[in-house]
């Protein structure tokens, strides 16, 4: 059974500290590793990985994925309190199957 | 607009009643998915559907039923439902293949009582 297991499971920092969310998954097929934003209501896209070692940015985050040890991770930088949310992890296996992890609650105070 | 709607937002009903929870998607997408997010528990797909008339079961179908009679649409029925079925009900869907992301209605907060 496809197993995604995140951590922390909550964190409180401040404006401005860096932040790394740490996503490990266990997959029979593993086609790919999502990240998605998820503030009081639908969970919103942030990057997809397929590939080892290839960072993916998108203005202060970031993300890599490391298939041989079967983890990713997420970095935001200069954290701003509208960044505060739940932060989720997935793995896609066979038949598009999402597989979510529990979400890494994400606290930033001003 | 690109987006999955999902109808009722919110729903109280009591033990047993039949309800259907609506799904469409415009963005003629092949898969489609509902899920159920609980404290603690995170996100957990009930079933899923790659096309129409195609569907199978996710990690947590039970007490729930699913149709794909056309392909934008993907209604979540619980014949009969119970407490343990208080939750919060996701729909997303995405183009089939592992390369596409997948895009979530807003959402349907449910209450059995």
């Known amino acids: 059974e496809d197993k995604v297991v995140q951590s922390p499971l909550s964190l409180v920092v401040h404006e401005g500290d860096t932040v790394t969310l740490n996503c490990s998954y266990e997959?029979?097929?593993?086609?790919?590793l999502l990240w998605y934003k998820q503030e009081k209501k639908a969970p919103t896209f942030l990057f997809m990985l397929?590939?080892?070692?290839i960072e993916k940015k998108s203005g202060r985050l970031s993300s890599i994925l490391d298939k041989k040890e079967l983890f990713s991770i997420l970095n935001i930088t200069a954290t701003q309190t509208g960044d505060s949310a739940i932060y989720l992890c997935?793995?896609?296996?066979?038949?598009?199957?999402?597989?979510f992890g529990k979400g890494i609650t994400l606290s930033v105070r001003p | 607009e690109a987006q999955v709607t999902q109808n009722p937002r919110y729903l109280i009903t009591v033990t047993g009643k039949k309800l259907t929870v609506t799904c469409s998607q415009n963005m003629n997408h092949e898969y489609m998915s509902w899920y159920r997010q609980d404290p603690g528990l995170g996100l957990r797909q009930i079933y899923y559907?790659?096309?129409?008339?195609?569907?199978d079961k996710g990690d947590v179908p039970e007490g729930y039923k699913v149709s794909r009679k056309e392909k934008r649409n993907f209604p979540l029925i619980l014949e009969s439902p119970s407490p343990n079925q208080t939750s919060l009900y996701f729909c997303a869907s995405s183009l089939l293949g592992t390369s596409y992301e997948q895009y979530f209605g807003p959402g349907t907060r449910l209450t059995v009582t």
């Open positions: 997959v029979t097929n593993f086609r790919s």
């Open positions: 397929t590939s080892s070692g």
């Open positions: 559907s790659m096309n129409v008339e195609v569907t």
């Open positions: 997935a793995d896609t296996g066979a038949n598009s199957k999402l597989t």
